[in-house]
Every structure is written in C-alpha cells, then in structure tokens.
C-alpha cells in the first residue's frame, strides 16, 4: 500500500506566516529577509545538533535561531517582540492547497501521514488549528528519537511507526535537504516547488516528482 509522509513546516504549514508581523517591527523588504534567515539558520541549528548528537527540541533551534538574526541584523526586537514571534509560530497557517489535497488523496483511500522536526505537541497544535488532524492516520515525529532530518535513523524511525515499506513510501516536502534525506533511505519523493526560484541541491540526485502544488499529488502517485 502506498504511504505518503508529509512534512509540515514548509510543507504543509507556511513559515513565512510570520512575515506580515515581522513588518509591523521591520519595513517589508527587511522583513522577507529576516524570516528566510530565521528559517535557514533554524535548519542549520538541526542540521548541527543532530550531527552532534546534542539534541535539544525543535522549539529550541527556533528561538535560538530568532535570537541570532535579530542580532545580526541589529533589528532590536525586543523581548516581547520576540515572544510574540515565537508564540505565532505555534499557529503558523497552513497553505492554501493542503487542506482540499488532503482530502482528495484520503477520498482515494491513501494512507497519509504527518512526518516532523517539530514535537508531537507542536505539531499537533499546528495541524488542529489548521483543521487538517483528521486526514492524517498518524503523527510520526523525529522527537521520539532525538535526532532530525535527514538522519538516517529518522526515515527507518518513520516506516517502524507507520508499518510501511521503503519502496511504497513517498516523502512529500518543498525542502530540497529531507527529499535528498529519503531518496538515500530508498524512498520515494515528491518535491513541491511552490516558487519557480526554488532550487534543488545539485547533488546529482532528482526527486522522483516534482510539482507547484500539493493539488497535483493525487494524480501523480503511482
């Protein structure tokens, strides 16, 4: 039976949700480019902990990340700026196509999955208020085993929780790092490239799809 892990920050859930809030504290152009800093150094802070085998929450990369671009960029959010930052992440809206996508793909009886950096809490926050809990069998998060994308150890983590078979699972994700993360597990991919200035890593590796939108999924599954 195919499997479909979705991930949900960037994914599912827009992260640049946080951009319209950034430009009450920052002008626009500003604003953009803190939130892309935010995001990128929020990964890396992963990226590193996991390498470390330093794990500490998702949460924790995420504020850490939001206290070191605030410093470089001399922005001078203060405290409750940046508490009002962090709480908004934890309501961040979902995108405009996941919510009809969802439903089309579970209509066909697909088995669909959330797979996250985030804690089971986090992300169950962001689904509930995002009304998409119920197209979801489950919730598998990489906090159970205290590491992140694109450990190894978090894809197999992933097919233990899910029942699934590598060869049947597909990763959908519009981050080019975790599609490349699962392609080496022997996943299928599905790579949602919702910006045409969107770029893949040039590693010599393609997803097994690409698409602009996650209403394109269910007639491109095989």
Same mark, same amino acid.
């Given at each position: ?23 009450? !504290? ?20 992963? %990226? ?6 330093? !794990? ?32 908004? !992440? ?17 209509? /066909?009886?697909?088995?669909?999955? /959330? ?12 689904? $509930?208020? $995002?009304?998409?809990? =119920?197209? %979801?069998?489950?919730?598998? =998060? ?15 983590? %992933? ?25 080496? /597990? ?11 200035? /969107?770029? %893949? ?22």
């Amino acid at each position: 039976m195919t499997t479909l892990a979705f991930d949900v920050y960037g994914t599912l859930i827009d992260t640049q949700g946080v951009v319209s809030l950034l430009s009450s !504290y920052l002008d626009d152009e500003k604003a953009l480019k803190f939130s892309n800093r935010w995001r990128d150094k929020q990964l890396e802070y992963s %990226f590193r902990r996991g390498l470390m085998q330093q !794990y500490q929450d998702f949460s924790t990369c995420t504020k850490d990340a939001l206290t070191f671009t605030n410093n470089e960029y001399g922005s001078a959010l203060n405290e409750e700026q940046q508490e009002k930052l962090l709480e908004l !992440y934890r309501s961040l809206p979902a995108f405009d196509d996941a919510k009809s996508a969802l439903s089309k793909l579970n209509l /066909a009886g697909v088995q669909c999955f /959330a797979f996250s950096n985030g804690s089971p809490d986090a992300v169950a926050g962001l689904l $509930a208020q $995002a009304e998409l809990t =119920s197209y %979801f069998k489950d919730m598998v =998060s990489c906090n159970d085993i205290k590491s992140f994308k694109p450990s190894p150890q978090v894809y197999q983590h %992933f097919l233990n929780r899910s029942g699934g078979k590598a060869e049947s699972t597909w990763l959908v994700s519009s981050n080019s790092f975790d599609i490349i993360g699962a392609h080496a /597990a022997g996943w299928k991919t599905a790579w949602v490239k919702r910006s045409r200035d /969107a770029q %893949f890593d040039p590693w010599g590796i393609e997803p097994t799809i690409t698409i602009s939108s996650l209403s394109q999924l269910h007639e491109n599954i095989k």
